[in-house]
């Protein structure tokens, strides 16, 4: 059943100041937030941000203080796994645009965006908007996708390259090679060359290929079940999750793609009926998966919780289902702002509760000089 949602209460996220150079502080945690995943049973909490805040990618750790999550301790990924390129340009290593974040066992899981980036219009002239828009990059670091270590603190759970027993990983092969020859997917992962010699794909804000959401459970063997939500592309109003398994290579920071079910398929494509949404963030809960839906461009647009159920055990195969109670159905609407408030992560709270995050928040949702209020739903169900 669809409901309006109103939150019955907020929690304060409370970030640190940045720590790039001087000229660079204009950036903070709070206003790019794309991604959320608890440990401890709720007493920590981990916070993915789509633009490097200080000098390197981080993931940013927050403990739970009283009624509000506070201590903010930003973890450089680069100290944690092998970036891509962990080379500084203009003062900082390149982004990896976090979108999703998912705890399975004793690692916490990550995916940069795999999307390129258009340029925006700066408003100097026409000229020059026009070449900006022109500009089109994919930076290597939004291509990680990898495992990193939880272990334990006196301020709860916390990420480490290794424990002793397990290490970070990230994967080794690039996702979008698997996808290149499938009639659905594979135009929108196909590379061109833009006027500056550079190869990169359909934009992300152009209803390109773009992960944001992120499922992780165990498969069989060593392997790991990995499901990753598409923003975009949409096709004729139908989203895609995309289902491949994960395997430890020969290298132990390394993972490589393995095989789904006894060594036969290599991905699935699950496409899901979402009213012409994208996927924003995906959510286990039990054998059913939340699906966080947006638009799949720079709009201001409606944004909804749908239920997929038993998505988690769905037959072994491609699938291709519509919105019908019981398979698959809305059960929540969002508030969302005017080029502001969008949601853009969420997670079940121990309570059962409904936490989201918004990225552009708008300045009643501001605390302080670094903190924000993140929505609390009290759907159960």
């Known amino acids: 059943m669809d409901a309006k949602a109103v939150p019955h209460r907020q929690v304060a996220l409370e970030f640190a100041s940045s720590t790039a150079p001087e000229k660079k502080k204009a950036r903070k945690f709070r206003d790019s937030l794309s991604a959320v995943e608890l440990a401890d049973d709720g007493q920590t909490l981990f916070v993915g941000v789509d633009e490097t805040v200080n000098s390197t990618p981080s993931i940013e750790r927050l403990s739970r203080t009283g009624d509000r999550y506070a201590e903010h301790e930003p973890l450089p990924v680069a100290e944690l796994l092998t970036l891509p390129n962990a080379t500084p340009q203009k003062g900082r290593v390149g982004e990896i645009d976090i979108e999703g974040l998912a705890v399975c066992g004793s690692f916490l899981w990550v995916v940069g965006s795999h999307s390129s980036a258009r340029k925006k219009p700066n408003g100097r002239s026409v000229e020059e908007g026009l070449k900006r828009l022109a500009r089109v990059e994919l930076g290597d670091n939004r291509l990680l996708l990898g495992r990193?270590?939880?272990?334990?603190?006196?301020?709860?759970?916390?990420?480490?390259?290794?424990?002793?027993?397990?290490?970070?990983?990230?994967?080794?092969?690039?996702?979008?090679?698997?996808?290149?020859?499938?009639?659905l997917l594979g135009p929108f992962v196909g590379s061109y060359e833009t006027a500056s010699?550079?190869?990169?794909?359909?934009?992300?804000?152009?209803?390109?290929?773009?992960?944001?959401?992120?499922?992780?459970?165990?498969?069989?063997?060593?392997?790991?079940?990995?499901?990753l939500g598409l923003r975009g592309p949409v096709l004729r109003g139908w989203a895609t999750i995309v289902e491949i398994a994960l395997a430890p290579a020969d290298r132990p920071s390394q993972l490589v793609l393995g095989r789904l079910e006894r060594g036969k398929a290599r991905y699935r494509k699950h496409l899901l009926r979402l009213d012409g949404l994208g996927i924003r963030d995906l959510r286990a809960d039990g054998n059913d998966v939340l699906i966080l839906a947006g638009p799949t461009m720079t709009l201001d647009g409606e944004v909804a919780?749908?239920?997929?159920?038993?998505?988690?055990?769905?037959?072994?195969?491609?699938?291709?289902?519509?919105?019908?109670?019981?398979?698959?159905?809305?059960?929540?609407?969002?508030?969302?702002?005017?080029?502001?408030?969008?949601?853009?992560?969420?997670?079940?709270?121990?309570?059962?509760?409904?936490?989201?995050?918004?990225d552009a928040p708008a300045d009643a949702r501001r605390v302080g000089e670094h903190g924000v209020l993140a929505d609390v739903f009290a759907w159960r169900g």
């Open 148 to 183: 990193i270590p939880l272990a334990s603190s006196p301020r709860g759970a916390t990420l480490v390259e290794h424990d002793g027993r397990n290490r970070s990983a990230r994967l080794a092969d690039d996702l979008r090679d698997l996808l290149r020859e499938d009639p």
């Open 197 to 227: 010699g550079h190869r990169v794909t359909i934009p992300g804000k152009d209803n390109g290929f773009d992960i944001e959401g992120l499922i992780v459970t165990p498969g069989a063997a060593d392997t790991n079940r990995v499901f």
């Open 305 to 358: 919780i749908y239920r997929w159920v038993g998505g988690l055990d769905v037959a072994k195969e491609d699938t291709l289902t519509d919105l019908e109670p019981g398979r698959l159905e809305r059960v929540l609407t969002l508030p969302h702002g005017r080029g502001e408030d969008h949601p853009e992560g969420f997670t079940r709270l121990p309570s059962g509760e409904i936490l989201v995050v918004y």
